[in-house]
Structures are given as structure tokens and as C-alpha cells.
């Protein structure tokens, strides 16, 4: 669990945070969003010390962060960034290894840990563990960079805009693979970003900061259904309320149980969202879409009037 | 590539050898001379004392140089870039004969004046080039290393100064050769180096000896660039 308590910054005569409150709960895949000035990559940066507040304080798990020395409580606490920063002069094993290596543990457990994690990240561990990184594309450079900051089994995961530099199709990969990382780990993740999808797509908490405070914090449908500040709203509906709010809804979830699907309907997986379910029925031009389970049998039914009780 | 670069390790190697009988060849382009060899000294002893001129300054500059920069690029070290930087341009601006004639009077004749000079002369590229290269290291780099849990301390060795290090040996090796060429410059305080036939040969206006120790002093430069030039990317850390 993270707490800011009245978490104040200021650099120079601008203030970065202006009170912070936020509880990030255990297991919480929490996104921090807001514009560019809101305060969330320093509200971010305070949990790892690497931003020191001039009021207020940061506890982690309960105990104050500024209670032990920044670099032990760094290497307890995973850090991923948009830039990625690899060591450009170690390869990428070496990376990986980095704070297990600054833990002091044998070299023989870092290896074991930089194969399980390069598999993880589903990077063949022989074709990528001896490549610098200056060999590696951006989304492969960054899944070196997420597991590095995984690598020492930390408690908590940071990160900074993770995804901002790459390009669309790389960063839809990677949200989805941080989905599923968290929910294979469980770890408590911290991600900031200023991009709404991405924020709606990846969090199970949502908090909405501007002017280095918090506007409103819960679960992302809570948010679209009743924002609690008109900036609130403006930043979350940009056009697209509805289709956002479909894209929260499991399909599962709107469907009738059917015997029988009729072969002319569109098919989805059933684990898709009420939007992939949209977007099927609109392609095929059809009134309806058969959701089917992984071996390919049919599991319910989605009718397009269905779509309103999200 | 690397044998090229050796090349003038060799010449030096062979104008060593071949100099010392080659008497009749500068009796001949200087006739007006009665003794056309400078053999004071041999040319072999000349150059080991350069060269040791060179290294005992190259020591402590590399230290003083590296040291500085290191200092000058610490968060928070303003006033360290200061000194440093008006250490740099006060340097440039004294001629290596200025400083050997202001320490001569501190620390009388002989190597130790020389020394000096070379030690000042030497730093200013160790110390631009160290600061420079540390500037370079790329931000996100350095904000990875500290989230990481690397203490300044550790960001320095094991990050920072690893990316620095292909700057920093070029400034050595510059360094270095600019070491070469001032270290003649000590033979005016007494200093027995390579310098010493040029400065016997102005006294006693013998321009052969002048030539020879010319000769040498360049060609001893050349060869320590190809030296430092072919061992540069064995040393080097950084991929290509």
C-alpha cells in the first residue's frame, strides 16, 4: 500500500504538488492521470525518493520512505521510465541483473532470475540475453526495461509514462502484457500517464490529478459515471463517454445464454469487452454478435441493444 | 589499422638507431660546424628521460585532470565548474616558458620545473575532456541508475565514468602527445630530455643538434599518438 499524506513540492516558485492525498491499495494497478504540469510524475518520483517533498510525507506499507536510506529503498521498489535508460554499455543480461547484482546475490541465482524474467517478457532469453542495447527496437528495449525493474522481486512498481515513446501498435502490446503481469503477479503498480486509454484500459484505480492535486480517485467506471469535477469529466469523456465505458464492460456480461448460434453472426472471444463486441457487429454489419469460448463453442449471445445496459 | 598506427612507433624506434651514424650526412648539410653529432649524451638516455618527464606528469595530471572534472560535473558543485574553468583558461593563457621561468625561482633547476609546466599543460585537456564526456551521459541514464538504488558513488564508476571513458582517453592521448612536445621546453631549466641537444645547439650555434633533437622530440610525439591511438579501442567500453 501507498499513502501520500499532504504531499507538497515546489521547484522554483511553481508548485509540482500542492497537497497530495491518495491511497494506492495493496495489489492495485493504480493509474496516476492528468495533464502535462498535474504533478503525477512528481507525485510518482516521491515514492522512490528521487523527488524529495518539502511537506508532507510518503509511506509505503506503512512506514515512512524517508525512514531508511534512498538507495536501499530504491532497490525494493521496481522503476520504469519513459526514456527506459538501459546502460548502454551492458548487455542486456547485464541490465536485467543490475539490482539483484547491487543486492549482492550470486551470480548463479541473477542468471536463473534474467532467463525466468526474459521469458516472462516473452524475449527468447538465447537470442536477446548477450545483445547490447543498442541492438534492440524500442518495444523490445523496453520489455528489457520492465523486467529489469521487476527483476529483484520488488514490492511496488513505478512507472513513469512507460509506454509515451513508442509507437501505437508496440504500446497496445505492452498494455497488454502489463495487464497481465499484474494479474499474474499481483504486484501493486504506480503508472503515470497522460493518456486516457491507456489509463482506462490498464487501471483498477484511477486517480485524476490537476494542479498538483487529486481530483477524484476509484474505479475508472465510478470516474465516467459520476466525475466528481468538471475537469474530471472533460478529461475523461474527449468525445468518447460511451465508447469508453463499453470498453469497461466484459461482453460476458450483456450477453444471453443461447442454444443454438445462428452461423451468419459475427464471432468474438469471450473474454472480449462490450466495445471489441461494437466494433464486431459494426465491421460485419449485423444486429448481434456470438461470443464463442476458447475451444470455439458458442458461449452466449450479444444483441446490439444489449450494448445500451453498459 | 593497429599496425598502421604503429608505424610511428617504428620510425622513432629507427631514427634512435640510425642517428648516431649519420655524423658524416650532417657534417655534410652543415659544414660550418665543427662537431656535427650531438653526443653529450646518447640519444637512447635522452629519450628515456623524456619519456619519464612525460609519464611523471602524465600521473598526476590525469589524476588532478580526471579528478576535477568528476568534481566540476557533481550536482550542486557550481562553484568547483568556476575554479575549474578559470583553472582552464588561466593555464591557456601562460606559455609553457612562463611557468618554467616563474618555478624556477620556487623550485630551482633541474626536472622539477619542468614538472611542473607539464603538469599544468597536461591537466587542461585530461579536464575538458573528462567533464565534457560526463556531460553527455544521457539523463534517463542517469535517473535509471539512481531509481535503481546505485549510491552516487556507484552511478559514478559504474555507469558514468564507463560512458565517459573513449572522451577521456582521447583527452589523454592528446594530453599525452602535448606532453611530448612541451617536455623539450624543460631542457631551459636544466631538465635532461630531448630538448637538451636543441637548447646546446642554440647556445653554442650548432643548428645540428638543433635538427636532431627537433627531429627527435616530433617524431617521439607522432609515435606516442600511434601508441595511445591503437591501444584507445581495447580500452574502450562502450559497444560500437
Known amino acids: ?310 | 589499422m593497429r599496425a598502421a598506427a604503429l608505424l610511428p612507433v617504428l620510425l622513432f624506434a629507427a631514427a634512435l638507431v640510425v642517428l648516431p651514424m649519420l655524423a658524416p650526412t650532417f657534417g655534410a648539410l652543415f659544414p660550418q660546424v665543427a662537431e656535427p653529432l650531438y653526443r653529450r649524451e646518447g640519444f637512447g638516455a635522452l629519450a628515456l628521460s623524456h619519456a619519464g618527464l612525460v609519464v611523471a606528469s602524465l600521473l598526476p595530471a590525469a589524476a588532478i585532470g580526471i579528478g576535477l572534472g568528476v568534481a566540476a560535473t557533481r550536482p550542486g558543485a557550481r562553484e568547483v565548474r568556476a575554479v575549474a574553468d578559470a583553472l582552464v583558461g588561466f593555464a591557456q593563457a601562460v606559455p609553457p616558458v612562463a611557468v618554467i621561468a616563474i618555478a624556477v625561482p620556487a623550485v630551482g633547476f633541474g626536472a622539477a620545473p619542468a614538472l611542473l609546466a607539464l603538469v599544468c599543460y597536461a591537466t587542461l585537456p585530461v579536464l575538458r575532456a573528462t567533464a565534457g564526456a560526463l556531460a553527455t551521459v544521457p539523463p534517463e541514464v542517469l535517473d535509471a541508475a539512481r531509481g535503481a538504488g546505485m549510491t552516487p558513488r556507484q552511478v559514478l564508476v559504474l555507469v558514468e565514468l564507463p560512458l565517459a571513458a573513449p572522451p577521456i582517453l582521447a583527452g589523454l592521448r592528446v594530453a599525452a602527445v602535448l606532453a611530448v612536445a612541451t617536455a623539450a621546453v624543460g631542457a631551459v631549466a636544466g631538465a635532461t630530455c630531448l630538448g637538451t641537444p636543441i637548447i646546446a645547439g642554440l647556445v653554442n650555434g650548432n643548428p645540428a643538434w638543433v635538427v636532431q633533437g627537433a627531429l627527435l622530440t616530433g617524431l617521439m610525439a607522432f609515435a606516442v599518438d600511434g601508441l595511445l591511438g591503437a591501444l584507445a579501442p581495447r580500452v574502450s567500453a562502450s559497444p560500437p
Open chain 1, 1 to 310: 500500500m501507498i499513502r501520500f499524506e499532504e504531499v507538497r513540492k515546489s521547484f522554483g516558485g511553481t508548485k509540482a504538488l500542492d497537497g497530495l492525498d491518495l491511497v494506492v491499495p495493496e495489489g492495485a494497478f493504480a493509474v496516476l492521470l492528468g495533464g502535462s504540469g498535474a504533478g503525477k510524475s512528481t507525485a510518482l518520483r516521491t515514492v522512490n525518493r528521487l523527488v524529495e517533498p518539502d511537506a508532507g510525507r510518503v509511506l509505503l506499507r506503512g512506514r515512512d520512505v524517508a525512514s531508511e536510506p534512498a538507495p536501499a529503498l530504491r532497490r525494493r521498489i521496481g522503476y520504469v521510465i519513459q526514456g527506459i535508460g538501459l546502460f548502454p554499455h551492458w548487455s542486456v543480461a547485464r541490465n536485467i541483473g543490475a539490482v539483484p547484482r547491487l543486492l549482492g546475490w550470486e551470480e548463479r541465482r541473477i542468471a536463473a532470475r534474467v532467463e525466468e524474467l526474459l521469458a516472462l517478457l516473452r524475449l527468447d532469453p538465447a537470442a536477446y540475453r548477450d545483445r547490447m542495447p543498442a541492438e534492440l527496437s524500442g518495444g523490445q528495449a523496453q520489455r528489457v526495461g520492465v523486467a529489469r525493474a521487476l527483476a529483484a522481486n520488488p514490492d511496488i512498481l513505478l512507472m513513469d509514462e512507460p509506454f509515451g515513446a513508442l509507437d501505437a501498435i508496440t504500446r497496445q502490446a505492452l498494455q497488454a502484457e502489463m495487464a497481465r503481469l499484474h494479474a499474474a503477479t499481483g504486484k501493486t503498480i504506480l503508472l503515470v500517464t497522460h493518456d486516457v486509454e491507456e489509463a482506462l484500459s490498464l487501471a483498477t484505480r484511477l486517480a485524476v490529478m490537476a494542479d498538483g492535486r487529486l481530483l477524484q480517485e476509484g474505479a475508472p467506471r465510478e470516474l465516467l459515471d459520476a466525475p466528481a469535477d468538471p475537469r474530471v469529466r472533460d478529461l475523461l469523456d474527449g468525445g468518447a463517454l460511451g465508447m469508453r465505458r463499453l470498453a469497461l464492460v466484459a461482453a460476458s456480461s450483456l450477453a444471453a445464454l443461447c442454444g443454438e448460434a445462428p452461423a451468419d453472426l459475427p464471432r468474438v472471444a469471450a473474454t472480449a469487452t462490450g466495445r471489441e463486441a461494437l466494433e464486431a457487429m459494426l465491421a460485419a454489419r449485423a444486429e448481434a454478435v456470438v461470443l464463442v469460448d476458447p475451444g470455439g463453442a458458442p458461449a452466449g449471445l450479444v444483441a446490439l441493444r444489449d450494448l445500451l445496459r453498459a
